[in-house]
């Protein structure tokens, strides 16, 4: 009989979990640490890498903190030289711009793209072909609701965010005859560092908790598990998907137009 428990289980493995400062990185990198992986903590805010690290040992796991640039493709193969190949690739970093498309400047643009798109990009080359010279490997990215649906202001994010999913995919079919697998994970609305200017206006706030079928916002933890499924022999025959962990956003029809 096969043990279901094991299938999830990721002791002896490493994970370099991208954004692990905060939010939905901090949550994936305590929660695959929960399930027995050795944690490299890395997050361009070196401070906070460490703390989430920190917490990590405190709880009885294993985790170094890294300051990793995903904007450097030479910061991202100095971390991978340092620990060598991670078992798993969990990358998390996004910004956003809020602007409608006739606002957004060429700097603006470059800038989101840098980060969301080209940093996802840099990762999963470098471990990617890593991994793939080993046979083997999970590569998990964030992607976003946004890469199916979008409302004003959310046009270059989303433009990454569907990017992203793309990429992952194209990956998935280079490398999963090398035993390498990639996935991205799309989050509805989640209380987070990037979401928080959405706090201060009521209104708004409610309307997404109200967009979705569970009338509430998600907490990185309920992300966090998906990420430790797909980083796991539990998820041995996923490949090249895109996960929806949003509440059931996109499953209903609705809009509100937000403040600019």
Aim: some cysteine.
């Amino acid at each position: 009989m096969v043990d279901y428990r094991a299938l999830f289980r990721l002791d002896g493995r490493t994970a370099l979990v991208v954004g692990a400062g905060s939010g939905i990185g901090a949550a994936s990198a305590e929660a695959l640490a929960a399930f027995g992986a050795k944690i490299i903590a890395a997050d361009v805010d070196e401070p906070a890498a460490r703390r989430t690290a920190d917490s990590i040992r405190a709880a009885g796991g294993s985790a170094e903190p890294e300051r990793l640039d995903v904007r450097s493709t030479e910061d991202v193969r100095r971390v991978l030289d340092r620990h060598g190949t991670p078992d798993a690739l969990v990358s998390t970093p996004g910004i956003n711009v809020r602007k409608r498309i006739a606002d957004v400047t060429d700097e603006e643009f470059d800038r989101v793209i840098d980060v969301n798109l080209k940093g996802t990009f840099r990762l999963a080359r470098e471990v990617g072909k890593r991994m793939a010279e080993r046979g083997s490997g999970s590569i998990v990215a964030f992607s976003s609701i946004r890469s199916q649906v979008v409302e004003p202001g959310q046009g270059v994010y989303a433009a990454t965010k569907a990017g992203i999913v793309q990429l992952l995919r194209a990956l998935a079919a280079e490398l999963g005859p090398r035993g390498v697998r990639a996935n991205a994970i799309a989050p509805g609305v989640v209380e987070t560092p990037l979401t928080a200017p959405i706090k201060s206006k009521p209104e708004w706030y409610k309307a997404y908790a109200d967009r979705n079928v569970l009338r509430r916002w998600a907490r990185p933890e309920e992300m966090a598990t998906t990420v430790v499924f797909l980083c796991s022999d539990a998820s041995s025959y996923v490949t090249g998907a895109c996960i929806f962990v949003d509440g059931g956003w996109t499953a209903t029809d609705g809009r509100f137009d937000p403040p600019l």
